[in-house]
């Protein structure tokens, strides 16, 4: 497993969660690292992304600046915190890494590596 992602859980609206993608066994240097979700009977789709460099990030237009991705390289970490919270976010929260450049961030098919999905739930 290359990519693991964590932090999921029980919130209620208006909270805060922070997940974190672990890729503990190799850098992904030069690829972009994103997060997705997946609600139940819906597409997967595109949250955020962001360089390994950290110097570019990319958002869905839907999350109206709730969430923030950030990724520290030494740790080979990224993070997604996620701000007042809807329970329209509930969803299996997935990250990735894509080795196209940044012009690909929000496309799905060019993740080539996938973690196996944390479970967020957002209680009215």
């Known amino acids: 497993v290359q990519l693991q992602a964590s932090g999921g859980g029980l919130v209620e609206a208006g909270g805060s969660l922070t997940l974190s993608c672990s890729t503990s066994r190799r850098a992904f240097g030069g690829h972009v690292m994103g997060w997705f979700r997946q609600s139940s009977g819906k597409v997967r789709e595109f949250v955020a992304g962001?360089?390994?460099?950290?110097?570019?990030?990319y958002y869905a237009d839907s999350l109206e600046g709730r969430f923030t991705i950030s990724i520290e390289r030494r740790e080979k970490m990224i993070y997604l915190q996620m701000n007042n919270l809807k329970p329209e976010d509930t969803a299996v929260y997935y990250c990735?890494?894509?080795?196209?450049?940044?012009?690909?961030?929000?496309?799905?098919?060019?993740?080539?590596?996938w973690g196996q999905g944390t479970l967020v739930t957002v209680s009215s």
């Open positions: 962001i360089t390994w460099s950290g110097d570019d990030t």
């Open positions: 990735a890494a894509s080795p196209w450049g940044s012009a690909y961030a929000t496309e799905m098919k060019r993740y080539s590596y």
